[in-house]
């Protein structure tokens, strides 16, 4: 095969190959296909890995209940024990799970993959917190159920977790992910997932009028607080809803800024 020099193509042909346009890219995706994508494959992911360890988050909060059961009989603390015992299954996944996910991504290049999908960070974040939360719902259910029985509280109202698990899944969710992705280390994001969870038990669990004027501060701060005390206070006769919604209200606004700094993390941690 002979090569033909540059000097006897002719200028047209040359000019014609040098004007050749170049090809577009495709049209980003968009923001709720690309949510439901990602979704869809960290459930799938994770479904195998997270099963045994939503096992445990759920024993765990079972063993709490029947711990506090020798301490507290009922009234309003065994209703605080068994609203914080539920949340803290929503803390153990889609806060300290997520953290950990997240400071590994990062750390292992994977955010690089992400990188050059051409979907929007937001749904790379809300896709992956979503799934997580996802895990939450049947062990926040089981232990609502059983604290309930052991504490000989009504079930009427715990239809209201329809509401807790997605608002209070989404500020914890935020708060992992943007842990896990501002932590310089693996490490030191599952160091931080695991205080947070801590936190959440300790803060949650707990009766809040046991508690130090300067600790109950601190409660105050944790953004599961508002969906353990709006499942807390539908345990009695007659709810105040008012409150219900404005602690609802609470999660909602904590999980929108926690999202948003989890997706402005993620940004800054892909083009590093």
Not at 198 to 203: F, M, T
Request: hydrophobic letters at 55%; aromatic letters at 6%; a positive charge.
């Amino acid at each position: 095969m002979s090569v033909v020099p540059a000097e006897v193509v002719p200028g047209s042909a040359r000019a014609g190959r040098s004007a050749a346009p170049a090809a577009e890219l495709g049209p980003r995706a968009r923001l709720w296909p690309s949510l439901v994508a990602v979704y869809r494959a960290q459930l799938s992911r994770a479904r195998v890995a997270r099963i045994p360890l939503l096992f445990v988050a759920t024993f765990q909060s079972v063993g709490i209940l029947i711990m506090m059961r020798g301490v507290v009989d009922g009234g309003s603390e065994a209703e605080s024990v068994v609203a914080g015992s539920a949340v803290l299954v929503v803390a153990f996944v889609a806060l300290n799970l997520l953290a950990q996910y997240f400071g590994q991504l990062r750390a292992n290049g994977g955010l690089d993959h992400y990188a050059t999908l051409p979907v929007p960070p937001a749904a790379v974040v809300l896709g992956a917190a979503g799934a997580y939360a996802s895990f939450t719902v049947p062990g926040t259910v089981v232990t609502a159920v059983f604290g309930c029985v052991l504490f000989g509280l009504p079930l009427t109202h715990l239809w209201v977790l329809l509401a807790v698990i997605p608002l209070a899944g989404a500020a914890l969710s935020g708060l992992g992910a943007a842990l896990g992705l501002l932590a310089p280390r693996p490490e030191l994001a599952t160091l931080l997932g695991q205080l947070g969870m801590s936190a959440a038990l300790l803060l949650g669990v707990l009766p809040a009028d046991r508690m130090p004027e300067v600790v109950r501060l601190a409660r105050d701060l944790l953004p599961s607080t508002y969906g353990v005390e709006a499942l807390a206070r539908t345990f009695g006769p007659h709810p105040d809803w008012a409150y219900v919604l404005g602690d609802l209200a609470v999660c909602a606004g904590v999980g929108v800024v926690s999202l948003a700094v989890a997706t402005w993390a993620y940004r800054r941690a892909a083009v590093r």
